[in-house]
């Protein structure tokens, strides 16, 4: 069974930092792109950053780019997203999500983990 | 950047048939797909490559993709089925949710 579970959220004060992880099972980790997705309170879904199944590629959505930094360690089955200068905009729950078709970009999203909550406020 | 625009809001009575548009710049040159969120959920995929279901969704959930314009319809729909509805699709490096459709089923 495919799983994605994510840690790492809670409260930080604007302009602070925060590691999001994200354990994956039941499948291997090597073989898709993975995504974090994310939802502020009662808004809609947004797109955050993908990673390379290799790590060699990495997309950023505009409002992150410069401060969020993605990484991964297959041999750990493992995903990570590096948060630094966060600002209030960037509370949201934060989603690990498995891109659908091995090796393959842009295509969409089959397995979501629960989600871990980030609050950003003084 | 791109947008996917889709009506914020959709009633419908059990056993109708309810259609949810998500609009979008010659978005019918691009796939489409479809997910359904419940409250205090993660989404969940019902439609991917325009009109294909994941294994485990019902059939009453279909899905088109022409023009500018993707549709997931929901036939003969159940209570089960109210949720928040986001269609996606992926532009420049990018992917791109929709604004999200609230179904009500009353």
């Known amino acids: 069974e495919v799983q994605l579970v994510e840690s790492g959220g809670g409260l930080v004060q604007p302009g602070g930092s925060l590691r999001l992880s994200c354990a994956a099972s039941?499948?291997?980790?090597?073989?898709?792109?993975m995504s974090w997705v994310r939802q502020a309170p009662g808004k809609g879904l947004e797109w955050v950053a993908n990673?390379?199944?290799?790590?060699?590629?990495?997309n950023y959505v505009d409002s992150v780019k410069g401060r969020f930094t993605l990484s991964r360690d297959n041999a750990k089955n493992s995903l990570y997203m590096q948060m630094d200068g966060l600002r209030a905009e960037d509370t949201a729950v934060y989603y690990c999500?498995?891109?659908?078709?091995?090796?393959?970009?842009?295509?969409?999203?089959?397995?979501w983990g629960q989600g871990t909550p980030v609050t950003v406020s003084s | 950047s791109y947008v996917l625009t889709q009506p914020p809001s959709v009633s419908v009575s059990p056993g109708q048939t309810v259609s949810i548009t998500c609009s979008g710049n010659?978005?019918?040159?691009?796939?489409a797909c479809w997910y359904q969120q419940k409250p205090g959920q993660s989404p969940v995929l019902v439609i991917y490559?325009?009109?294909k279901r994941p294994s485990g969704i019902p059939e009453r959930f279909s899905g088109s993709n022409s023009g500018n314009t993707a549709t997931l319809t929901i036939s003969g729909t159940q209570a089960m089925d109210e949720a928040d509805y986001y269609c996606?699709?992926?532009?420049?490096?990018?992917?791109?949710f929709g604004t999200g459709t609230k179904v009500t089923v009353l």
């Open positions: 999500a498995r891109e659908r078709v091995p090796m393959i970009l842009g295509t969409d999203f089959d397995y």
């Open positions: 039941g499948f291997s980790l090597s073989s898709h792109w």
């Open positions: 990673i390379k199944q290799d790590g060699s590629e990495r």
């Open positions: 010659r978005l019918g040159h691009k796939y």
């Open positions: 490559e325009d009109t």
């Open positions: 996606q699709a992926w532009d420049s490096s990018n992917y791109v």
